[in-house]
């Protein structure tokens, strides 16, 4: 249409950095997750284990309330580098909750409704779309994982004393790097379901399947063949060599004795190297990213 008073004006406000700008997707995005009731009790459940981990390490600093309870202090659980693994690895899985729960339609979405092109002629990049919709996974499991593990690690030191906690840093760092990598690994996933399955249920369901089926698969080979190198295919498997790796608990042959025809025999259980396991993560985050870069783009081809 045709422009016969020209009293528009260019915008003199102020304008938004560029390196902050994907950050509109997430800022949205809380919105419409936090108004699902399901999911607030959920996330509000997700700091149980946490309030549990910081009850158990202060009992072991309080003799009054020991003696109140009628509880030795030898008969609670050493705060060492498998205490702080117990519940990192609990959390992992109530992330994995939280994930099934928010990733499938954040993609899904845009796509189902030819939104992206709305998008991506906004000024940033495809990488920035991904990275904004994978970001209100990752500040969600961040939340409920390495954050509030740390704070409970520095509350232990706090009442420990500075040199536990120079004796213990391993810990720390075993905590934020095993979470990290298991919150990043789980929003590749999602986006990438998300990307590809457009129906919400379906894309639940197919989060679920990738996580239940490689898993079942490797416990199939263990009865099988008696090993555990079917955890090169599980990503739970995964997920836990290589979090006993940073924590230092990893053993990559287990001996158990065995009863077979009236005689004792020896049976050595097999775990994948640590290379494999890093190897096998790295070539699923490839996957991820590259379906991903296939499936998210400003137009699409119908035949």
Excluded at 114 to 122: D, I, K, S, V
Excluded at 202 to 214: F, K, R
């Amino acid at each position: 249409m045709a422009v016969y008073e020209h009293t528009y004006k260019q915008y003199a406000g102020l304008l938004t950095p560029e390196w902050s700008r994907f950050l509109i997707i997430p800022r949205h995005a809380f919105r419409d997750v936090f108004k699902s009731k399901l999911f607030t009790a959920l996330f509000v459940l997700c700091f149980a284990p946490i309030l549990v981990e910081a009850i158990l390490i202060y009992l072991h600093h309080n003799t009054q309330a020991l003696g109140i309870l009628q509880v030795r202090i030898n008969n609670l659980v050493p705060i060492d580098a498998s205490f702080f693994e117990f519940f990192v690895n609990f959390q992992a899985v109530l992330a994995g909750l939280v994930t099934v729960l928010v990733g499938p339609p954040l993609v899904a979405r845009d796509l189902s409704n030819n939104g992206l092109p709305l998008y991506l002629c906004r000024p940033f990049s495809r990488a920035e779309y991904v990275f904004g919709k994978m970001c209100v996974v990752l500040i969600l499991l961040s939340a409920i994982t390495w954050v509030p593990q740390l704070l409970v690690f520095f509350f232990q030191a706090y009442l420990e004393g500075f040199s536990w906690l120079g004796a213990n840093i391993p810990i720390a760092s075993a905590i934020f790097l095993s979470s990290l990598l298991w919150i990043l690994v789980l929003a590749l996933l999602s986006q990438t379901v998300s990307a590809w399955v457009k129906w919400r249920t379906a894309a639940s369901a197919a989060l679920i399947g990738l996580y239940l089926i490689p898993t079942v698969f490797a416990e199939f080979i263990f009865q099988i063949f008696s090993t555990h190198w079917g955890h090169i295919l599980s990503i739970e498997g995964l997920r836990k060599n290589l979090t006993d790796g940073l924590f230092g608990t990893f053993v990559q042959s287990s001996r158990q004795m065995t009863d077979f025809d009236g005689t004792m025999r020896e049976l050595v259980i097999a775990e994948p190297p640590l290379w494999a396991c890093w190897l096998a993560l790295f070539l699923i985050c490839a996957i991820c990213l590259a379906l991903l870069s296939r499936k998210v783009k400003a137009y699409e081809i119908v035949r």
